[in-house]
């Protein structure tokens, strides 16, 4: 089974910082999605990285994949309280097909 | 917009008794899946399946079964729920991508067993 470990797993901030989640593992993924989950609702697809070493931008959200494929990042600029929920990193295994997730950041951004 | 919906938000059911959870995806995905969710362990995949008819275990199948016997229904049952099976459990679809596939999921379902 490959593992992933997110960092940290809680982080409470004020609107404004920055921040970055850490995403790793000893296994290899073919790519990495990164996922957004909000109170009551399921997981929402933010981004999927392909290449080792490719970042993706979405607004203030910058998203990293290892240059190996075994770890991730993203990074938030200038938070908001609109940035809070829980962020699941998610490997892709080589079927392509099944997602093994990471245990989850919970992000709370207060004004 | 790709949807996908569970039977139920809340669900509270007394230790040994049968428990259906259905999902109903609405894009003819072929794809389906039942993961469980607990604080600070991710969601973690019970079965899933790639046809109707079909299913394959996933990494923590037991206590669980599942049927799929139209393409946008599949179905998690607990043949006999314990307390340890209190969670939220939340479906998923997917579909390919350009060479990606991505997963679509419902707003899940929060089981407790008392």
């Known amino acids: 089974t490959q593992l992933l470990e997110q960092s940290p797993q809680f982080l409470s901030i004020q609107e404004g910082e920055n921040l970055t989640v850490y995403c790793n593992s000893s296994?290899?993924?073919?790519?990495l999605q990164w996922y957004r989950q909000e109170p009551g609702e399921g997981p929402v697809l933010l981004v999927t990285v392909v290449t080792g070493g490719e970042v993706k931008k979405l607004k203030r959200l910058t998203f990293q994949f290892g240059d190996a494929r075994k770890d991730s990042s993203l990074h938030i600029t200038a938070a908001q309280p609109g940035d809070t929920g829980l962020y699941l990193c998610a490997g892709v295994g080589n079927a392509g097909n099944m997602l093994t997730f990471g245990g989850g950041t919970r992000l709370m951004v207060k004004p | 917009d790709v949807k996908v919906t569970q039977s139920s938000r809340y669900l509270v059911k007394r230790t040994g008794e049968k428990v259906f959870l259905e999902c109903v995806q609405d894009m003819d995905h072929e794809n389906m899946f039942w993961y469980r969710q607990d604080p600070g362990l991710g969601l973690r995949l019970i079965y899933f399946s790639y046809d109707v008819k079909m299913k394959e275990k996933g990494d923590i199948p037991e206590g669980y079964s599942v049927s799929r016997e139209k393409k946008e229904r599949f179905s998690l049952i607990l043949e006999s729920a314990s307390t340890n099976q209190t969670s939220m459990y939340l479906c998923a679809s997917s579909s390919l991508s350009g060479t990606v596939y991505e997963q679509y999921f419902g707003p899940g379902t929060r089981l407790t067993v008392t």
């Open positions: 296994s290899v993924f073919s790519s």
